[in-house]
């Protein structure tokens, strides 16, 4: 039986050493696979919780819809920022997407950090949109339930403050709102006092015209032989 040389049991027992070696790479990348799998889990849970969230706003605008019905311009902002939470919710489907794509490729790709670090911005900036999109909407729904009262109270003078003269005549007076309404508010107009002489019948008008989202002309009114000492009426505008 021939007995192997020196040479050839060195040789084997590089080839082992080589052997060994790359045994203990395959199990560091295995271990760097299982850290980066890990990594890819957790992005899964923050991209599912993204998407709940979005549910949640997508109910919450249902719900500020249905309470616009009969409000015209503020149903339309409304509609135009549901198309854009549609928008959003179409791009974190998209990274979604990606990121399942990415879990498929991270088995051959290397430089993963910098990928998710990427699409990580991408999450934030799309969540900073979204932010600002409810700051916009809280805006528009503290407007809801805007309303602003005054009055017009013309004392009794020595002398009459309107007489009919058998035509009709009228005081008149610009009211202004202190802060603007979104859309042109209605206006309730009630009498408080009336002073009115007691020999001839009463009659009054209270109007409201040329109403703007700024203001409106008060006027109150008599005619015939209707004579006024003095009066006081007040109005209320609210957004229905």
């Known amino acids: 039986m021939n007995q192997p040389d020196y040479q050839s049991i060195v040789d084997l027992k590089e080839k082992i050493k080589v052997l060994e070696q790359n045994l203990t ?20 849970t923050t991209n599912q919780k993204l998407e709940e969230r979005v549910k949640v706003l997508e109910n919450n605008l249902t719900n500020v819809i249905n309470q616009r019905q009969e409000d015209t311009i503020e149903l339309q902002k409304i509609e135009d920022l549901k198309e854009k939470v ?49 700051k916009d909407l809280q805006k528009s729904t503290e407007r809801i339930g805007h309303r602003e009262s005054g009055d017009m109270i013309q004392p009794a003078q020595n002398g009459p403050v309107l007489r009919g003269s058998r035509g009709y005549i009228e005081k008149r007076r ?34 409201a015209e040329k109403i703007t989202v700024d203001g409106f002309e008060f006027a109150v009114g008599t005619w015939h032989d209707s004579i006024l000492h003095g009066f006081h009426a007040t109005w209320t505008a609210y957004e229905d």
Not at 182 to 195: A, E, F, G, L, R
Request: no cysteine; aromatic share 4%; net charge neutral.
């Open 25 to 44: 790479n395959i199990v560091d990348q295995r271990q760097k696979d299982t850290i980066e799998l890990q990594k890819i889990e957790s992005l899964k």
């Open 86 to 134: 549609e928008e959003l919710k179409e791009n974190l489907t998209n990274v979604v997407n990606q990121r399942k794509n990415d879990v498929t490729e991270l088995q051959k790709i290397e430089g993963l950090q910098d990928t998710n670090k990427k699409l990580e911005e991408r999450v934030e900036e799309l969540k900073a949109n979204h932010e600002q999109q409810l």
């Open 174 to 207: 610009d009211e202004k709102f202190k802060k603007p309404f979104s859309k042109v508010p209605k206006i309730i107009i009630s009498w408080n006092m009336t002073d009115n002489e007691y020999s001839k019948n009463l009659r009054l008008t209270a109007k």
